[in-house]
């Protein structure tokens, strides 16, 4: 009897001194249990970076923004061949496809920061290095390092207009472009090599004044005047009748002599900029 009564008394006290071991156990598994989570974020992270990854990019605006970069790098190459006619036309090519290439993205919803990048890389070679090595290698040229530094003040202008472009895209106005568009400089050192061209006229024969133009649209790129952008008529806006006649009217004047009149309205557009400062600081000082 005495030693049943030991037994069970030995059989209870076990028991207690294990309930302990099993709440230290449980305690232990509440504690560590917080810190799966933390485990398991790298891996999340990685997750999303692989789909990233493979999500991959928009191709019809980005289709659109590489023809108008091979349209660029094209005008170089037909540069080099002194086919500059050709280049200038290779140069009015990728502003269309320029101009097209944030439109497409625009109405299918195709926008990306990677589009945007590109786009700014592409435009400093097809309206930046392209019609700057168009112009040298027509008539600056001729002037030896005057002509190789003013070249290269107008690329600099490009790059640096395109940088504070993309700086202001959700402050600036955007009725307006605060400096000379950069296809809008290209278009008028383009149109000027591919008009005199047309009349034969030999780049060594201007030499200094079209020196000083290229070097002005560069000077223009990076100022502070406001160029109308054209962008209030918007994909879904409604124009006068007058203005649909007056867009077929200038499309049969480029067709008729599309060098002549591209360089014209590129002229008229550089200085617009500077006309409508002085403009605006003439109301000024009326009022």
């Excluded at 006649?245 to 900029?273: E, H, N, R, T, W």
């Amino acid at each position: 009897m005495a030693a049943s009564t030991v037994i069970h008394e030995y059989a209870v006290k076990e028991s207690v001194e294990k309930e302990p071991v099993k709440t230290d156990i449980n305690s232990e598994a509440a504690t560590e249990s917080p810190s799966e989570p933390q485990k398991a974020g790298p891996r999340k992270d990685l997750m999303l970076s692989e789909q990233a990854k493979r999500k991959g990019i928009y191709l019809l605006p980005n289709l659109f923004t590489t023809t108008a970069l091979f349209a660029g790098f094209y005008a170089i190459i037909a540069a080099i061949n002194e086919d500059y006619a050709l280049a200038a036309v290779a140069i009015f090519v990728a502003m269309i496809f320029d101009t097209l290439d944030g439109r497409v993205a625009r109405l299918t919803g195709a926008q990306s920061e990677f589009g945007a990048e590109y786009d700014s890389l592409s435009d400093v070679i097809a309206f930046g290095l392209a019609p700057a090595l168009v112009a040298f290698l027509w008539s600056l040229n001729q002037l030896g390092k005057v002509g190789w530094v003013a070249a290269f003040v107008y690329v600099a202008g490009t790059a640096l207009r395109l940088a504070r472009f993309n700086t202001q895209l959700g402050t600036a106005d955007k009725r307006f472009f605060i400096g000379l568009a950069s296809p809008a400089a290209a278009a008028l050192v383009a149109s000027c090599v591919w008009t005199l061209t047309e009349f034969g006229i030999d780049g060594s024969e201007v030499a200094i004044p079209f020196t000083i133009m290229v070097a002005l649209a560069g000077c223009l790129m990076v100022s502070n005047f406001r160029y109308y952008s054209f962008k209030d008529f918007g994909d879904r806006n409604r124009i006068p009748f007058v203005a649909m006649i007056a867009i077929v009217f200038v499309f049969a004047l480029v067709a008729v002599d599309p060098a002549s009149v591209l360089f014209c309205a590129a002229m008229i557009y550089a200085f617009s900029g500077p006309f409508y400062e002085g403009w605006r600081r003439f109301v000024r000082r009326g009022a």
